[in-house]
Each structure stands twice: as structure tokens, then as C-alpha cells.
């Protein structure tokens, strides 16, 4: 590896008596943001045993150790989100046993891969190979293959056996267009391709059993039946011995490792996230989330706590689930995508108050939330499960009143669950026939609602039944036009 470099940024602080009033933390924050006016100081050779505050009084002497204390327990007590590269818009993470890396999206001015192997503190630049000799290549997916990586570009696909210290570009043709998405799936590899002049020309999914050696076209069934051309793919996920594509016309899937796909409706989408059986699509324009159970044959709506524009990319780890909303920040769920909270302490400020408004990529490897924005972002994932409270369980199972009733276009169900439940939850009409079927998987003790939309039915009284367990109840709705 080569040299660690650490700039440590200072400039004329007041003195003591200063930090013991007024507001500590901007006073701090303020004062450590200042870039290097002053001072530039490289650390060399740091022995194991010599901790930063060691290095800090070895610098500056004992008056500045007052200054270091405050800012230690500032940071513990607001813990938050924390810069740790701003060399460019973040795009992709991977790792494997060694190291993190980190894609960025392409320029002149910063690097296209950047490796990490200490959990993403301090990064160094792993771009060898991947430029055009005046630009870097977009880096917009990886995936890991024996010991290789395999890295999806703006300008094909490129492959590193030796941890990212050079990358080789495969024979994956550049006219496919900019490489989104990539999955190892057993020796297949797959790549979903993204046009450069449009958002249909060239783009689709292709497949190689040699690694990336050759490529040969894996997208029969996707071709658009109204303007035969192939969609751009932005997403590959793979739960259970299934395949999912998200694209520019919707999520399709193939249960014969990319023979033959079917389209599964949805939106246009931009990710996914898989959580054992369960995978989560994110979209590029909408107020929620799908979370499938059972393979794609049906699909549940999850939005409570969810900003207007939704989350475009995921990320899960065990039981927990991360979204990044291109507008809104971050935000978390610990039951399966059912309720959402903002995570953004700290996330886009000083100077990079837009980092907020510009999520381009979230990551969750080792433990820690890595965000893309405006400059790479890190916080460990404890900072966030320790403090999530979970909400008071229903005594006993119970269907409430739907609302608003009466209703003309849409209205909300909610229900109610004392234990784990394989949960059935059925709009009927007056003559018992089925009209949709709003909620078919096994759900945990809680309480959930979820929207009917009835702006394709007549005005009338309809019913709708739950069947949890033991448990069955039914319940009449109005619908007025």
C-alpha cells in the first residue's frame, strides 16, 4: 500500500475560557473547518501503539488537548454523518476480504476507484487502467468473481485480479452502451447496459461464462413489443433461484438464469435490495417502495414514513433495510420496509450543504453506511439500530375502520398484528367476488396500513376481510362518486 497521508487543518484558536460558552459544537465545527490556511502537516511512520491524541500533543502541546476533548465528546454525543472523501459523486461499493471500494462518477479532477482498508476511514486512489488518458470512465457497478472484481464503466467492462491496483478492459463491446449493473450468478456473469444516446438504443442484458472474456446478448423476452428495442437495465438482484431486472419499462425476472425473462409490471426501475427471501425495487419517481416474498408473483406497497419522491437506490444488511432518496437524504427501516425514518444528522453540512439534496448511491458493507453525494459519506449502522425504539405491539389482532369512509378514489386499511402471522387481506364486492388482493405474506407483530385504490370501481358497498392465524375479520366500505 502506499503512503498514508493525514492533513491535519488548524488555524489561531481562542482561548480555553472561549470554548465554555455559547453553542460548543458549531463553535468546534466551525473552527476545524478552516482548509489548511495556516498549516499543512504530513504524519509518517506512525507507530501502532501512538494514538491521535498522542500525535495531536506531540504537534501542538497540551493547550490543544482541551480542544481535542471537546471535540471527542461533541462527535459521541451527536453521533451523525461524517465526510470521508470528497474527491468526487460516489456511484458504486463493493468489497471483498480485504478491502472497500468505492466508484465514482468520471472526470478529470478526481479518481475513478478508490480502495479502503480500514472500514473506509482513509482511502487511496485505484484508478490504473481506467481513463481514456484525459478522462475517467464513469464507475457505475462491480461485482466479485473468485478473486477477481469486475467493474461495470460508462465505457464497457473492465476486470482487476490484483485488488483494484490495475484494471484491464474486457472484450464487452462499447456500443452496448454504459455498463449499470452487474451479478455474479454462480459462473455466469450478467451486465445490464444502459444507452448512451438514448434511452432505449443499444442498451439490454448480456451474459458471460468466461470472465468477461466474451459476451453474448442474455435479454430474450425484454425486447419492447411496441417499438422493438432493447430497455436499458439500471439494476441486477438475484433472490432465491430468481433473477430481477429493473429497466426503463419495468422489473423483469427469469427463473432460468437468464434464458428466457418475463415481465413482472412495476414501474421503471433503479435498484434493488435483498433481504433472505424478500426483495425491495426502488424507483426513479415514486412515493414508495415494492417489497416481494415470494419470488415477484405479487407485490406490497411500502411508503409509511417515506418522502413524496421515494427512494431510487437501496442497500440492506441482515434485518436492515436503507434507502437514499435522490432529494430527501437517507432513511431506515428495521421491519422489512414497512415504516421509514430520516437518518441525515450531520449529512450535507458545512461546505457541502447540498449534499442532502444530491444522494447518488448508498452503500452497507462491514457494518457501516456509506452514502454518495457530494463527497462520500460514512456512519456505522450502530448509530442507528441502537437507538431505534421498537413501537408498542397491538394486544391482540384487530382490523380497524378504513379511512376516509365514504370514499371516492383511495382509502387506507389498517391492521393490526400481536405475533408473527401469515396475514391474507381481501377487497370483496356484494356479490363475494374478489376484487384485489392488498396483502398475501407472512408479516411481523405490529401495525400496518396499506392504501386501496378504487378509481377504477362503481360507486357501491364493498367489503374487505383479514385472515391472520386463527384470526378473521370483516369489514364494509362505502364508495361514493
Not at 206 to 232: E, H, L, N
Not at 396 to 418: A, C, D, H, R
Request: hydrophobic share 40%.
Amino acid at each position: 500500500m502506499g503512503k498514508v497521508r493525514n492533513e491535519i487543518q488548524i488555524t489561531n484558536f481562542p482561548s480555553a475560557n472561549f470554548f465554555l460558552f455559547g453553542n460548543l459544537h458549531k463553535i468546534i465545527l466551525t473552527q476545524l473547518s478552516v482548509v489548511l490556511k495556516m498549516f499543512e502537516v504530513e504524519i509518517k511512520n506512525i507507530k501502532n501503539e501512538m494514538n491521535m491524541t498522542s500525535i495531536f500533543q506531540k504537534l501542538f502541546g497540551s493547550r490543544f488537548l482541551s480542544i481535542i476533548s471537546l471535540v471527542v465528546l461533541t462527535n459521541t454525543v451527536n453521533a451523525q454523518w461524517v465526510m470521508v472523501d470528497s474527491s468526487g459523486i460516489p456511484k458504486s461499493f463493493i468489497s471483498d476480504e480485504k478491502y472497500i471500494y468505492t466508484g465514482f462518477r468520471g472526470g478529470s479532477s478526481h479518481p475513478a476507484v478508490i480502495r479502503s482498508s480500514d472500514t473506509g476511514l482513509t482511502w487511496e486512489n485505484k484508478s490504473n487502467g481506467l481513463s481514456d488518458g484525459s478522462m475517467y470512465y464513469d464507475v457505475n457497478s462491480f461485482c466479485t468473481v473468485g478473486n477477481n472484481i469486475l467493474a461495470g464503466t460508462s465505457y464497457g467492462i473492465f476486470i482487476s485480479s490484483d485488488y483494484g491496483d490495475s484494471w484491464i478492459r474486457t472484450n464487452f463491446d462499447q456500443s452496448h452502451g454504459a455498463v449499470h449493473a452487474l451479478l455474479a450468478e454462480d459462473s455466469i456473469i450478467f451486465a445490464g447496459s444502459v444507452a448512451h444516446e438514448g434511452l432505449f438504443e443499444q442498451g439490454g442484458i448480456f451474459s458471460s461464462i468466461d470472465y468477461g472474456q466474451t459476451w453474448a446478448r442474455s435479454d430474450s423476452g425484454i425486447m419492447c413489443p411496441t417499438c422493438g428495442v432493447y430497455p436499458s437495465v439500471y439494476a441486477l438482484a438475484r433472490s432465491g433461484s430468481t433473477i430481477f431486472a429493473g429497466t426503463s419499462q419495468g422489473v423483469y425476472l427469469s427463473n432460468d438464469k437468464g434464458k428466457i425473462w418475463m415481465w413482472d409490471s412495476l414501474g421503471p426501475a433503479i435498484s434493488f435490495a435483498v433481504i433472505d427471501s424478500a426483495i425491495f425495487v426502488g424507483y426513479f419517481s415514486s412515493s414508495f417502495i415494492s417489497r416481494s416474498t415470494n419470488m415477484g408473483i405479487s407485490w406490497t406497497r411500502c411508503e409509511t414514513g417515506l418522502p413524496d419522491n421515494g427512494i431510487q437506490y437501496l442497500a440492506a444488511n441482515n434485518k436492515n433495510l436503507l434507502g437514499g432518496s435522490i432529494f430527501e437524504g437517507i432513511y431506515f427501516s428495521s421491519d422489512m420496509g414497512d415504516h421509514w425514518k430520516p437518518v441525515n444528522d450531520g449529512l450535507g453540512t458545512g461546505d457541502s450543504s447540498s449534499a442532502l439534496d444530491d444522494i447518488s448511491s448508498i452503500g452497507l458493507i462491514d457494518n457501516y453506511i456509506f452514502a454518495g453525494s457530494i463527497g462520500l459519506w460514512r456512519r456505522p449502522l450502530a448509530e442507528i439500530t441502537s437507538v431505534e425504539s421498537n413501537p408498542t405491539l397491538p394486544e391482540g389482532f384487530e382490523l380497524k375502520q378504513n379511512y376516509p369512509n365514504p370514499f371516492n378514489s383511495s382509502t387506507v386499511i389498517t391492521y393490526g398484528l400481536s405475533t408473527i402471522s401469515d396475514v391474507s387481506l381481501i377487497v370483496y364486492d356484494v356479490l363475494g367476488r374478489k376484487v384485489q388482493t392488498l396483502v398475501n405474506e407472512v408479516k411481523q407483530a405490529g401495525t400496518y396500513s396499506v392504501s386501496f385504490d378504487a378509481s377504477n370501481l362503481a360507486s357501491g358497498i364493498y367489503f374487505y376481510s383479514i385472515t391472520a392465524g386463527k384470526f378473521h375479520l370483516t369489514k364494509k366500505m362505502l364508495i361514493i362518486r
